[in-house]
């Protein structure tokens, strides 16, 4: 039998312009869920039901009244921007950005209990991305919400969409001669 993990299907990749019709699309489907009750009393999920935009979806279980987060289910495409899979690690281990900026959304999520919704640019191993990051509570009680669907699209930015990053010493070659000499210079001397 083949698992879940070895079927995921390859991540579509997004333009720019896909990056808010994804976002309005999933709080759609959500809220329709919602109104509905389809999901019962576990609050989990079924990523299946979001279609091509599965491999940008994640289910997070929020642990210590959302002191911290571990992630019960991970769509494929996010391994780009989050360092590989993290099925079943908690969200204090991602890298940054990403572990900073979605914080601050599963927080905000899990403490109101109403979704959460932020633009923002990265620049990760030489590419500069456009990311929407969207936080829907799925379940919770009186006090807060106990699980999580977070969805984040990214897609190159348009400005750097064919350029990597300069790092290093490129960065450093690129520069005026007088910006070189003025980092050159001990302060205080």
Known sequence: MISHDQCRSAPRRLRRGDLGAALRWVAAKWLDGFGRGADGASGSVEL?????????????IVLERGADFMFARWGAALDAL???DRSGHRLSALPQPS?????????????EQLPQARHATWALDGRIWQCAMLVLPTAGDELSAT???????????????AQPVPRGEMLLSRRSPHARRASAVPPNS
Not at 99 to 111: E, I, K, M, P, S
Not at 152 to 158: E, G, Q, S
């Open 48 to 60: 299946a039901q979001f279609g091509v935009l599965e491999p940008y979806l994640a289910e997070a």
């Open 82 to 84: 989050c360092g590989g």
């Open 99 to 111: 572990r900073g900026q979605l914080r601050r959304l599963c927080v905000r999520a899990a403490a």
């Open 147 to 161: 699980r999580l669907l977070v969805a984040l699209f990214f897609a190159p930015h348009p400005m750097f969409a």
